[in-house]
């Protein structure tokens, strides 16, 4: 594998703040065009991106945080699909509470401080700051496996920003407000929300960013069949 390659994969992360500086347009058009470069069932193709720049991404941002101050929110948006288990197991609950209180931890906010949690999650929908908001979306006649594709175009396009320096958070917190987004976008009922996700330079001295999520050792998760 060539050093750039695995150089991009190994440094991608989830970057919580960004710095204000734009991306120029044409970057993000090679960026999506590279990974359009993804595998899919028959090259069909399922992806669609809305790119929000200036004060189109700045009106979602407004909406959203104002939906989410609603202290109603929770019955009211709820997400089309399922991201996550009904019921958490181990080791995954472990995994899910571990980030969650690292983050925490270097942000400096203590267990039951729901406000900072609050704002903290809200930023969220700002997309923690960074200068391109990204939606994805997917016609609702795709079933299991053309999410699977769509999983690899977003992986793809998260690499190839690194390869550019530039980092990226893919973001499900949208998945909730997927009626706002799409009165928003003007988006036809046919189209499904899968996520969104943040585009940009990270700011290297938010403590945030600090956060280095673990990974199994290959041992833990493959099972090589000899015999």
Not at 47 to 66: F, K, P, T
Not at 118 to 142: E, K, M, S
Not at 144 to 169: E, K, N
Request: aromatic share 10%.
């Amino acid at each position: 594998m060539p050093a750039a390659v695995e150089a991009a994969i190994a440094t991608r992360r989830s970057v919580r703040r960004f710095r204000p500086d734009p991306v120029p347009r044409e970057v993000v058009e090679d960026l999506l065009r590279l990974a359009a470069r993804a595998p899919s069932g028959t090259n069909v193709q399922p992806w669609r991106v809305h790119v929000l720049l200036g004060a189109a991404r700045q009106r979602l941002v407004e909406r959203l945080q104002a939906a989410y101050d609603d202290p109603g929110h929770v019955a009211v948006h709820v997400s089309d699909y399922d991201y996550y288990p009904s019921e958490w197991t181990s080791p995954y609950v472990e995994r899910r509470r571990k980030v969650g209180w690292d983050l925490y931890r270097l942000l400096g906010i203590a267990k039951g401080d729901k406000d900072a949690m609050h704002d903290q999650h809200r930023r969220n929908y700002a997309f923690f700051d960074a200068p391109v908001g990204l939606i994805f979306t997917i016609d609702r006649v795709f079933n299991q496996g053309s999410w699977l594709d769509y999983g690899m175009f977003l992986q793809t396009l998260m690499i190839a920003a690194r390869a550019r320096g530039l980092d990226t958070c893919a973001q499900a917190a949208f998945c909730r407000f997927h009626r706002l987004i799409a009165d928003e976008l003007e988006l036809p009922a046919s189209q499904q929300l899968v996520c969104g996700m943040a585009l940009g330079w990270a700011d290297e001295a938010a403590p945030e960013n600090a956060l280095c999520t673990e990974r199994m050792a290959v041992s833990d998760f493959v099972r090589f069949a000899v015999d």
